[in-house]
């Protein structure tokens, strides 16, 4: 597969029709079929994407981020987004991109946002912090407790550089070994280190509980590494993912995969009914998916500068077909 | 029918229990006994399925059990190191075999 970086606004979608033809049902009508409505509850966590410049082309972006995206957010709209952190009261501040490391502001941010949240948590891909500003932003990370949550697919270098890059796995251990030496992912230093596990292709991730249990027995087993906790997540049919999906000839099996594993007890319990997503332009919207396809919070357009208070709870959030990804199984929470 | 093995065929699999609903309803309830977590993992279980897959050499059964062994978090490697376990079974069965090779010959020999 190519990889491909393609502007956002045409990032391919698995529209109404291409599910009808593979048939699947939208999402919107199992919702109904299942007596669910997806509505907002209390808002506790606020997403920010720093932007889609990453030193990766992974095959499973749903952002299609890499290095020749100049999608980043600047100085006047982290204020911006550091004052609403400020005027409301968030649980957690989950930063991400891209690679939010490549980003010449994230110290800005960890420095000026971390008074306002009591869990500060920071999206790396473990070779982009390596590249620049490395010990810098480690000690700041370090000083403000930052929570550290790196992507980590595998332990096998051949399925970990097939998602993700040549060689990634090997500067990816090297990168957690630096982590746990300064006592991230040890216990008793307060330093939290969480490793994100997407599957290598078109299957279903395993579950978590299995899964940390082996990446725990594995890191240990072969380079000494411990961390805190392991998530698995479902690739999500948008972007990149998807194209690679149509071209490897994965999508009608992967879909029917997804639309199969519809777990209706999975939608209480889904990270978007919490959460509001803000983009490098300032723009919200209800998810990281939402943001990769435009889909603006409950559907209309509004800039972080223009909100007064948290998103209403009751609030219906925006659906597409994308969607099974974050209800197959356990969950997306 | 252009092939024997047909992956659409598969899905098709509990079809079986048409003509005998009672027996098929007893292997499938044994089936997903056998295949539950115990004192095996489910991934372990995965890839034993996996290495009996390519000894009985089904196509369906290495198709179904390559996916459930990415999805039971089995990698590469370990798949492939199981299928080894299979080919070294099968070449030491017929290797051993020469036990009774080396016993005739023996006998019948000065």
């Known amino acids: 597969m190519s990889q491909k970086t393609a502007p956002l606004a045409s990032s391919p979608d698995v529209s109404a029709e291409l599910a009808q033809s593979l048939g699947i049902r ?5 919702l109904v079929e299942h007596g669910l409505d997806l509505i907002r509850g209390e808002t506790t966590t606020l997403q920010i994407n720093l932007g889609l410049l990453c030193n990766h082309t992974c095959r499973h972006c749903h952002l299609e981020a890499g290095p020749g995206r100049t999608e980043l957010m600047n ?14 009261s968030f649980q957690t501040v989950d930063i991400t991109g891209g690679a939010p490391e490549l980003n ?14 009591p869990r500060l948590m920071l999206r790396v891909n473990l070779t982009a912090i390596a590249q620049q500003n490395t010990n810098y932003l480690l000690d700041l990370c370090m000083a403000n407790r930052v929570v550290i949550v790196a992507s980590f697919p595998s332990v096998s270098s051949s399925q970990t550089d097939a998602q993700r890059g040549k060689g990634v796995l090997d500067r990816s251990v090297a990168m957690l070994g630096k982590l746990n030496a300064l006592g991230y992912g040890k216990n008793g230093t307060g330093l939290e280190l969480n490793l994100v596990s997407n599957p290598t292709g078109a299957f279903l991730p395993v579950a978590q509980s299995h899964a940390e249990k082996k990446f725990r027995s594995d890191l240990e087993r072969k380079w000494g590494i411990s961390f805190n906790n392991l998530f698995t997540f479902a690739n999500v049919p948008l972007g990149r993912f998807l194209t690679w999906l149509i071209d490897s000839g994965n999508l009608d099996s992967y879909m029917k995969k997804l639309f199969s ?9 889904l990270m978007c009914r919490t959460l509001v997503s803000v983009n490098w332009n300032g723009y919200l919207y209800d ?3 939402n943001l990769s396809k435009g889909v603006y919070l409950a559907g209309h357009k509004r800039h972080i500068s223009e909100m007064d208070g948290l998103p209403g709870s009751g609030t219906r959030i925006p659906t597409g077909n994308h969607c099974y990804a974050c209800t197959a199984g356990s969950g997306f929470s | 029918m252009d092939s024997y093995y047909d992956p659409k065929d598969l899905p098709k699999f509990a079809d079986i229990g048409e003509e005998a609903p009672e027996l098929a309803k007893k292997f499938f309830d044994y089936y997903g006994a056998v295949f539950a977590e115990g004192d095996l993992t489910e991934r372990e279980k995965a890839l034993i399925a996996l290495a009996v897959a390519h000894a009985i050499q089904c196509p369906y059964c290495i198709d179904a059990y390559t996916q459930t062994c990415l999805e039971k978090g089995a990698s590469l490697g370990e798949m492939t190191e199981a299928i080894h376990v299979t080919t070294a079974i099968r070449g030491g069965a017929s290797l051993v075999h ?13």
């Open chain 1, 26 to 30: 939208p999402f919107a009508q199992t």
């Open chain 1, 75 to 88: 100085r006047k709209t982290v204020d911006t987004v550091v004052a609403y952190a400020r005027r409301e």
């Open chain 1, 104 to 117: 010449p502001n994230l110290g800005y941010l960890i420095e000026t946002i971390a008074p306002e949240a």
């Open chain 1, 287 to 289: 998810c990281d998916f």
């Open chain 1, 261 to 269: 594993g519809f777990n209706p007890c999975a939608v209480a319990g």
């Open chain 2, 98 to 110: 020469a036990t009774q090779m080396r016993k005739i010959a023996k006998k019948l020999s000065m």
